[in-house]
């Protein structure tokens, strides 16, 4: 974990495509990340996502995939498989990150700070769990695998998070 995290904005992941992905490039804008599996009873939430991203993104919001295996070895075998399987699939075209491991001792930083920061419960339990981060790099929520991108709990956690970068300007 970067030595004096406190913000998710101190994080990176790397691109699908391979390159860094930092989190800070983010700031000023509202992130919905999420941690995915391509062969997960939960899998057709790309479609609400890849919804979500097209409706929002011109106001702020960026939607963030990270793929990962360690809920019942439901992911692909490499970021070459993933991308092509969510362009085909979903049309998915808002970043995604390489695979990760999201719980554990070798959960990725981002995630480990989550659990140091807003205990266990913000922790991915299965697929698909989401965060909605703010202009400034707080967790604002989170939500269950359960709750659907169409969820009006998230999309008012979404407006709400949009509604405050916008004031701040």
Same mark, same amino acid.
């Given at each position: 974990?970067?030595?004096? /995290?406190?913000? /998710?904005?101190?994080?990176?992941?790397?691109?699908?495509?391979?390159?860094?992905?930092? =989190?800070?490039? !983010?700031?000023?804008?509202?992130?919905?990340?999420?941690?995915?599996?391509?062969?997960?009873?939960?899998?057709?939430? !790309?479609?609400? =996502?890849?919804?979500?991203?097209?409706? !929002?993104?011109?106001?702020?919001?960026?939607?963030?995939?990270?793929?990962?295996?360690?809920?019942?070895?439901?992911?692909?075998?490499?970021?070459?498989?993933?991308? /092509?399987?969510?362009?085909?699939?979903?049309?998915?075209?808002?970043?995604?990150?390489?695979?990760?491991?999201?719980?554990?001792?070798? /959960?990725?930083?981002?995630?480990?700070?989550?659990?140091?920061?807003?205990?266990? =419960?913000?922790?991915?339990?299965?697929?698909?769990?989401?965060?909605?981060?703010?202009?400034?790099?707080?967790?604002?929520?989170?939500?269950? *695998?359960?709750?659907?991108?169409?969820?009006?709990?998230?999309?008012?956690?979404?407006?709400?998070?949009?509604?405050?970068?916008?004031? *701040?300007?």
């Amino acid at each position: 974990m970067p030595a004096n /995290a406190t913000t /998710a904005h101190d994080f990176s992941f790397i691109s699908i495509d391979g390159g860094d992905l930092p =989190l800070g490039n !983010y700031e000023g804008k509202v992130v919905l990340l999420v941690n995915t599996a391509s062969m997960c009873g939960f899998t057709g939430q !790309y479609e609400g =996502l890849q919804t979500l991203w097209a409706d !929002y993104k011109d106001r702020g919001l960026v939607v963030l995939g990270i793929p990962s295996n360690d809920f019942g070895g439901q992911e692909l075998d490499n970021a070459k498989q993933v991308k /092509a399987f969510c362009k085909l699939n979903y049309d998915i075209n808002f970043p995604m990150s390489d695979i990760v491991s999201v719980k554990g001792p070798n /959960a990725h930083p981002y995630y480990k700070w989550i659990a140091d920061t807003h205990g266990r =419960l913000a922790v991915p339990r299965w697929n698909f769990h989401k965060h909605v981060i703010d202009a400034n790099g707080e967790l604002v929520d989170w939500f269950a *695998s359960t709750t659907s991108p169409k969820n009006n709990r998230l999309i008012n956690a979404i407006e709400t998070a949009l509604a405050k970068r916008s004031s *701040s300007k």
